[in-house]
C-alpha cells in the first residue's frame, strides 16, 4: 500500500496564482482532512470530507476549496494566491474502525511569493 | 467549537520521564490523540483515549479525564530520538479532529 500520496512536494507561486494540491489514498478510508502548519506552529485544520460528496469546512478554509468526488481523492484548491498561505500542507485519511488514527502524507511545502 | 491547550516547551534529561498536559474543550466528543512529529517530517500517531484511564504502550502513555476535560502524554526512560514536538488533538462527533499546537520536547543528555 502506498498510504497517503501528495502533489506536489514543493511548489512556488506568485501572488494571484491559482493551483491545486492533489492528495490519494489507497487505504478505502472515508474522512479525509486538509491541514495547513506554520514554521513552528501546530496544525490548522482547512477543509475535511466524511465521505464522496461531502465536505465540511474546517478552522481556515478562506482562500481554499476542495471536492470529494472519489473516496480515493481529496484534492485542494487554491485560488489566487496570498503571501499568507505560504505555508507545509498535509492531507490525512482515516476510517471509522479501531482507533481512526490520521494516516499523512508527506507533506507539500508551499511558498507564495 | 474545539479549544486546546498544551504547553510551548519542555526539557528534559536523557532517562528522566516527562509528562505533558493538554486541556481541551470540544463539543460532542469522541478521543483525544497524540502524535509525534520530528522537524520537517509528518506526525506520526503515538496514542488514542475515549474512555477515563490510562493507555500503556511501551515507553509511552496516554492519560484522559474526560469529565476535566484533560489528558496528559507521559514519555518514560528518555532517549535523544524522542526530541521532538508533541501534538495533543481531539476529535469531534462529526469527525473533525482539531490539534493545539504542539509542544516542543528537548532532550539534554
Known amino acids: 500500500n502506498a498510504g497517503v500520496t501528495q502533489t506536489p512536494k514543493f511548489r512556488i507561486l506568485k501572488i494571484g496564482q491559482s493551483m491545486t494540491l492533489q492528495c490519494t489514498q489507497d487505504?478505502?478510508?472515508?474522512?479525509m482532512y486538509w491541514y495547513r502548519q506554520d514554521p513552528g506552529m501546530g496544525l490548522k485544520l482547512i477543509y475535511y470530507?466524511?465521505?464522496?460528496?461531502?465536505?465540511d469546512k474546517g478552522e481556515v478554509p478562506n482562500g481554499y476549496n476542495v471536492s470529494r468526488s472519489t473516496t480515493e481523492d481529496f484534492p485542494l484548491r487554491l485560488e489566487l494566491a496570498a503571501p499568507s498561505q505560504t505555508s507545509v500542507y498535509f492531507c490525512?485519511?482515516?476510517?471509522?474502525?479501531?482507533?481512526?488514527?490520521?494516516?499523512f502524507g508527506e507533506g507539500s511545502r508551499l511558498t507564495v511569493l | 467549537g474545539q479549544n486546546i491547550d498544551q504547553p510551548t516547551e519542555m526539557t528534559a534529561t536523557e532517562g528522566a520521564i516527562v509528562q505533558i498536559n493538554c486541556t481541551y474543550q470540544?463539543?460532542?466528543?469522541?478521543?483525544l490523540f497524540w502524535y509525534q512529529q520530528h522537524a520537517g517530517e509528518a506526525p506520526t500517531f503515538l496514542s488514542y483515549n475515549v474512555l477515563d484511564g490510562l493507555e500503556e504502550k511501551g515507553r509511552f502513555s496516554s492519560f484522559l479525564s474526560r469529565s476535566k476535560g484533560y489528558s496528559y502524554l507521559l514519555l518514560k526512560e528518555l532517549q535523544m530520538k524522542d526530541s521532538a514536538s508533541y501534538l495533543c488533538a481531539a476529535r469531534s462527533n462529526d469527525y473533525k479532529l482539531s490539534f493545539g499546537a504542539g509542544t516542543t520536547v528537548t532532550v539534554r543528555a
Open positions: 470540544t463539543s460532542g466528543f469522541n478521543g
Open positions: 470530507s466524511v465521505g464522496a460528496g461531502i465536505t
Open positions: 487505504m478505502n478510508h472515508n474522512y
Open positions: 490525512a485519511s482515516s476510517s471509522d474502525r479501531d482507533t481512526g488514527e490520521l494516516f
